[in-house]
């Protein structure tokens, strides 16, 4: 077959897309498939459990001054909260002794889209000094000072999500940045020479696809990623997008092939946040047919699927799916 590229892929209607998935073409690259289920959300298949091996912590507890409308904050109330540096470091002291191995360090952003780590930052250090941790952290927009004293800590990775719509940044986060904030923060990571996870969000405009391939370059122009997550807009209750349909299965799939042909030699996953139900067992599938390496919280569809095809190995963890930069 001829080489497709990612444009190409961006611009098929859903028959022709449906149609290169099905032929096989897109890979990923390792034969070995993985599925990362972290402990902050209960997994159990006859497949794995998952144990309290990884977690999530916020340090704005459940505020958020964006008030984004997809989230609202919701989703932060899933995390552990530790609102001062000393509240942080306990914290951390009994999850350690509880078996947690690894910890995701988010929390609600400020005004400017920027999570407020600076006062947390010199935790994150005696988190991997003195605790062993694995640390990763959702930073939002960040500065020079900031990734730099990250980059001292020693924290293993940093995840940022990127918006490659105007719109959306000002319709669904409530931001009034432009897109070159996105940019100049991927530089500046690069800078600090931390290992980035970019997340892409499909379906943040009502539930249609817009921007996503433009953040795809940003991504491509500005970072060589340590790894790729695609996730999905799913309508949470009592959010102002409660009511808001989803991006379709395949629409989620135009986003990780576009994605696979363009970062070929980049580790790409499937990430957890996205629906639910039959929709979840949809989208697993084709987007391990897309050529995603790993899926966070897998269908067992998607195991299913994935055995049947018999070329590839499969191996779970309990950790988050940013790890695969490690991983593969």
């Not at 005004?111 to 939002?140: M, N």
Request: charged share 20%; net charge positive.
């Amino acid at each position: 077959m001829p080489s497709v590229t990612a444009e190409t892929i961006w611009k098929l209607n859903q028959a022709d897309l449906q149609a290169l998935l099905d032929l096989g073409y897109l890979k990923p690259q390792s034969h070995t498939i993985r599925f990362y289920v972290p402990s902050f959300a209960c997994y159990k298949t006859r497949h794995f459990c998952n144990s309290a091996e990884f977690t999530t912590i916020s340090v704005t507890g459940n505020t958020c001054a964006l008030n984004c409308k997809h989230c609202g904050g919701k989703v932060l109330q899933t995390m552990h909260p530790a609102l001062s540096p000393q509240e942080l470091f306990d914290l951390g002291m009994r999850l350690k002794m509880e078996g947690v191995r690894g910890v995701l360090v988010s929390g609600g952003c400020r005004l400017d889209g920027s999570v407020p780590l600076e006062g947390f930052v010199s935790v994150l250090g005696q988190f991997k000094r003195e605790l062993g941790f694995s640390v990763f952290v959702h930073t939002g927009i960040i500065g020079t000072e900031t990734a730099v004293r990250l980059k001292q800590a020693g924290v293993d990775a940093v995840l940022i999500d990127i918006i490659g719509s105007q719109r959306t940044i000002q319709k669904i986060f409530n931001l009034k940045i432009s897109l070159k904030a996105y940019a100049d923060s991927l530089s500046t990571l690069q800078k600090a020479r931390l290992k980035v996870v970019p997340h892409v969000i499909v379906g943040l405009n009502d539930g249609e696809l817009e921007g996503e391939y433009h953040a795809f370059r940003i991504i491509k122009e500005t970072l060589n990623p340590a790894a790729v997550v695609i996730i999905a807009f799913m309508p949470l209750r009592g959010t102002d997008m409660a009511q808001t349909s989803p991006p379709q299965p395949l629409d989620i799939a135009k986003a990780i092939a576009t994605a696979r042909v363009m970062f070929p030699q980049t580790p790409l996953a499937l990430g957890c946040m996205r629906p639910k139900g039959r929709h979840r067992a949809q989208t697993d599938v084709l987007a391990l047919k897309a050529g995603v390496d790993a899926v966070a919280f897998p269908s067992e569809e998607a195991i299913e699927y994935i055995k049947k095809r018999g070329e590839y190995k499969t191996a779970f963890s309990a950790w988050c799916c940013a790890q695969m930069y490690q991983d593969f």
